[in-house]
T-cell receptor
């Protein structure tokens, strides 16, 4: 039972293009939605996060779009660079103090020069 | 500042053997957790701790034990390794209260033959 569904599994984008990764969740009690970036041989690192009281959050080239009614959120990477090539995970959690994240299955992004 | 340190980086076990994966953090974080990462399944929470002496189960706790005798250390014990426990294991920590940002270690790749 996967509570957070992520797509696509893999994505190839040309340098300078826009990368878009989508996630859908089932539990309407989720109230924190982070994206983590993972490079080969490393642990995931927090990239950007959003709460459901806003519909969009932007940090540099990275933007989260959030649609509460559709129970969907997405990561947009503008002007994608080869250095962005990594695996991206969306996640969601409940505000219970457990810090227990439910992760999506991951998207392997390759940005071609 | 070392952050979250995991040892060993690689381990091969035979079915039925036991071992302990070590995790230490030097950020004085109260919250620590263990995740396993399997292809196509994202990361799944095994056990977590909100402070010394306090532990609880996550999504996939069977076959694993934890204890938290100090703030810094959170070892994960496999009592009788099984091939289904072949995975990459990540330890993560965060402050309680405020930001839910998780800091991950670099992982332990475990193979059970």
């Amino acid at each position: 039972q996967q509570q957070v569904k992520q797509s696509p599994q893999s994505l190839i984008v040309q340098k300078g293009g826009i990368s878009i990764i989508n996630c859908a969740y089932e539990n309407t009690a989720f109230d924190y939605f982070p994206w983590y970036q993972q490079f080969p041989g490393k642990g995931p690192a927090l990239l950007i996060a959003i709460r459901p009281d806003v519909s969009e959050k932007k940090e540099g080239r990275f933007t989260i779009s959030f649609n509460k009614s559709a129970k969907q959120f997405s990561l947009h990477i503008m002007d994608s660079q080869p250095g962005d090539s990594a695996t991206y995970f969306c996640a969601a959690s409940l505000d219970t103090g457990r810090r227990a994240l439910t992760f999506g299955s991951g998207t392997r992004l390759q940005v071609q020069p | 500042n070392a952050g979250v340190t995991q040892t060993p980086k690689f381990q091969v076990l035979k079915t039925g053997q036991s071992m302990t994966l070590q995790c230490a953090q030097d950020m004085n974080h109260e919250y620590m957790s263990w995740y396993r990462q399997d292809p196509g399944m994202g990361l799944r929470l095994i056990h977590y701790s909100v402070g010394a002496g306090i532990t609880d189960q996550g999504e996939v706790p069977n076959g694993y034990n934890v204890s938290r005798s100090t703030t810094e250390d959170f070892p994960l014990r496999l009592l009788s390794a099984a091939p289904s426990q072949t995975s990459v294991y990540f330890c993560a920590s965060s402050q309680t209260g405020g930001s839910e940002k998780l800091f991950f270690g670099s992982g332990t790749q475990l193979s059970v033959l």
